[in-house]
């Protein structure tokens, strides 16, 4: 269907598919008019000159039982900044530290306590190879990637942009976990020129910054996909995926061992795109109920791919045609059956030109579609599964963009978070919305201070004008009514865990 809105008529657009721009049903906790629970208030924070991509992920920095919020930020592209990397008080918005990079941090975080104070440090990656630990308490640097390494090989290497990291067993026998992510994906190659330089798969210490082990991708392509670990039927394996939006690629699993050899030539290969690649990370869950994860991936060139854990073949796999996708499935349970559920977010045409969202949820089982929509202006941010009304069925929380159009027929950019019911078949919305847009941010959702109700992180651009911008955004603490007795199932950008692996159904749930 048509745009909802006439062409020549001011208003709100939303959906392409015949969803009105409904007003604000569920109100929450509205800026400047916040309800308390338990004596928390909800907040917004304003970041006048800088722009995030990075998700929302939170941890106890000051000790006071409230749950901190941990961002990477930045400027334009290869410019400095020195909030590239900042923390906010969950109590109150205020800026516990900041942190400078050279580039765009737009990785995010995961926690461990490194100098062992007892408070969770932090490593966070982005552009122009940027990779830092950081004191959590303090906010000092503990070390970046760039400044502490010496070694021939990585003398020798060429870096690029750091994807999200994930703890693996201790490697270099000092006691701590120690981090594996990616590095790969040359920006200054133009977009259909095959010579580009090969990602890697890398192991770094934790507590020291060293590299470790460095293994080129099997095939010799570009990497921009995050390793998500998996538990294969041998132990721990190591999913990612190779090419781009331009360059043909493919989906491999490999055991962890192998990636600690640097020898990635045993490598399964799952899937391959000819024209394009495999970007947004992978999500675990065991579709099949064999005890087995199973990877359920977004192609880049719109399609949804369920692949057997144990035997790597396909279990389905559905097509949407004339699609592309940056984003990570979200897993959750969107019927009555045990069978986890997904739910996807893809733009509507081919890079670059994407100007359109579209929504599918689709059975686990049996990868029919069971809810379809087009809601919203394009944007890569992931969806989550929390379930609101305690019926042991998921809802999604979406963020999502759209336009008013002035009675001079300007564009004015404004963006919100959506629920959808699944049980009810009604999508509504979540507080208030807000100006400008949020391309790339993942909201989180969980209990940020122990009281027993539901909370939401939300980031987004501010310039009303435009989509794709860094100067200035908003952070926004949203509480709520809704009850929650544990963790969501899907509660932030790669999962409540932020590995990538569904948290399973509770008894009773």
């Keep these: 269907m048509g745009v909802m809105r006439c062409q020549n008529c001011p208003g709100k657009v939303w959906s392409r598919t015949g969803l009105k721009a409904i007003a604000p049903i569920l109100i929450l906790s509205m800026v400047g008019r916040s309800l308390p629970l338990n004596g928390q208030m909800s907040w917004t924070t304003d970041l006048p000159t800088i722009g995030s991509f990075s998700s929302p992920r939170v941890t ?23 909030s590239a990397v900042i923390a906010l008080d969950g109590r109150d918005g205020h800026m516990l530290w900041h942190v400078r990079a050279k580039d765009q941090i737009f990785g995010s975080a995961i926690f461990l306590d490194i100098n062992g104070d007892l408070v969770d440090d932090v490593v966070i990656g982005g552009r122009s190879a940027e990779l830092i630990a950081i004191d959590g308490k303090s906010g000092q640097l503990l070390w970046r990637f760039m400044e502490v390494n010496d070694s021939p090989v990585f003398l020798t290497h060429r870096w690029f942009n750091f994807y999200n990291p994930q703890w693996i067993p201790d490697q270099d026998q000092d006691g701590l976990s120690d981090l594996l992510l990616a590095n ?62 331009t360059i043909g690629g493919s989906l491999y699993a490999d055991s962890l061992v192998h990636v ?46 369920a692949i057997d854990g144990l035997t790597k073949k396909n279990i389905w796999e559905l097509d949407i045609p004339n699609s592309t996708s940056y984003t990570s499935p979200c897993i959750g349970y969107f019927n009555a059956d045990e069978v ?77 978070l959506m629920m959808i019911d699944f049980r009810s078949n009604q ?13 790339a941010s993942t909201p989180w959702a969980g209990d940020l201070d122990g009281d027993g109700y539901l909370d939401i992180i939300f980031c987004h651009g501010t310039n009303l004008r435009h989509t794709y911008t860094f100067d200035g955004m908003q952070i926004h603490r949203i509480s709520t009514h809704f009850p929650i007795s544990q963790p969501p199932h899907w509660g932030s950008y790669q999962g409540t865990n932020y590995d990538g692996r569904l948290k399973g159904r509770q008894p009773g749930h």
């Design 60 to 82: 106890d920095l000051n000790a006071d039982g409230i749950m901190d919020i941990v961002m990477g930020a930045g400027r334009e592209e290869f410019n400095s900044c020195d």
């Design 184 to 245: 790969g994906g040359d920006v200054l190659v133009e977009p259909y020129d095959p010579n580009r330089a090969p990602g890697y798969l890398v192991i770094v210490s934790a507590r020291t910054g060293k590299l470790l082990k460095l293994a080129p991708m099997p095939d010799g392509k570009e990497i921009y996909m995050s390793p998500v670990l998996s538990n294969g039927p041998a132990g721990q394996e190591v999913v990612f995926g190779t090419g781009g939006e």
């Design 260 to 305: 600690c050899t640097e020898s990635l030539d045993r490598a399964v290969r799952l899937k391959s795109g000819k024209n394009s690649g495999f970007i947004g990370p992978v999500s675990c869950a065991d579709l099949n109920q064999d005890g087995i994860s199973d990877i359920l991936v977004n192609a880049a060139e719109g399609r949804l791919i």
């Design 340 to 416: 986890p559920d997904v739910f996807i977010t893809y733009g509507q045409g081919t890079w670059p030109k994407l100007d359109w969202s579209l929504q599918r949820m689709v059975d686990g089982n049996s990868g029919q579609v069971l809810f379809s929509d087009s809601l919203g202006y394009y944007q890569i941010a992931s969806p989550l599964a929390v379930d609101l009304n305690n019926d042991g069925i998921d809802e999604v929380i979406m963020s999502i963009n759209y336009q008013e159009v002035g009675t001079l027929f300007q564009k004015y950019f404004y963006t919100t």
């Design 427 to 439: 999508i509504q919305q979540i507080g208030e919305s807000y100006q400008g847009s949020n391309f």
